[in-house]
């Protein structure tokens, strides 16, 4: 359901205005176009964005529409972004609006995917689709990413490894100041990773698709994870071009239609799909979804950054466990492994497959790193 704008005056946008924080709760922006209102009426929250059209003669385009399914029986809390405020009250050259539960971010997770909706329009005007869509023919080939980690834990008999390369995060600030990606990717491939998984939000996560496609260019062979919010299959086109073999999609962001719609964008292209999940709820959507074949369990919560590697053990109980092996699904246990004790755990608890940032990329050699964390050289 398409929300109706304010006819007049016209909208600008919440970047235009500076807007500053000050006492008693109140947001002040500082009017940049006298006379122009913000946009106060928002497209349906959580609703896609951004949908294929069928695909066309051309392959497929991306068409302005949102989602009819209803998201809230799906649980999902994280809103797509802000919606209204309350009225604002125009004194002197400032406009004040009350700071309230609609325009203020209610955890990081929200904060992020709000900031990514603001980057993705700015992108999406300077690389419009149609431009993305002549790079894909010179994008690098596909890589098998679902295939190399079946085949490394077939040699290994260990969880295959998803080695990331990631500066820093919300959660732990920088984590290494000499960062240099391609070294580090290098460290982790000679160490035995089966794939690596990039970081390319730059505010929250210091990452950029420039890493990835610095990476991808050296000529790592490891299937590349693009680890970036999705929330536009225009991403999916642009992590492409830019070498990705693999995407990432967030449970707890997106409702199934568009976790259904934006794998098969992915499959398209030949990319694997890693579905992320933090609960019971959102593993029992995802087991629902037809075609998914790899799932992330994250131990970390992403909207209170709490870690427990006992999550992955959780959701892999019971009837959860057996429909994941009736469909061959290849589960990754993420976040917070450092130890092979925890690699065995969550190896005991059925993943087959890890994805490990802080331990390895802290280590002044990452591939040593990755046989510390095993307890043993996976590399041969
Ligand atoms: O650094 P750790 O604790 O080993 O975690 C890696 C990875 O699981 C984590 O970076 C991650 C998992 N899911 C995400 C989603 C977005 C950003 C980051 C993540």
Redesign the pocket.
Known sequence: MEGTSVATPPRVSLLNASALKCRNNFLVRRRSIPGYLFENTRRNNNAINCVLSQESEGGASVASSSSSSSVDDQGIKIRRRPTSGPPSHAVGPFEFRLQNDGNTPRNILEEIIWNKDVEITQLKEKKPLYSLKKALDTAPPVRDFVGALRSAYLRTGAPALIA?V?KA?PSRGVLREDFHPVNIAQAYENGGAACLSV?TDEKY?QGSFENLAAIRRSGIKRPLLC?E?IIDAWQIYYARTKGADAI?L?ASVLPDADINYMSKIAKKFGLSTLV?VHNESEMDRVLRIDGIDLIGI?N?N?ETFEVDISNTKKLLEGKRGEIIRQKDIIVVG????FTPDDIAYVQEAGVKAV?????LVKQSDPGKGIADLYGRNISS
């Open positions: 990331e990631k995060s970081l996560f680890k919010f990432l967030i992320e994250n970390r992403l993420e976040s917070g492994l994805l490990v940032g802080e331990s």
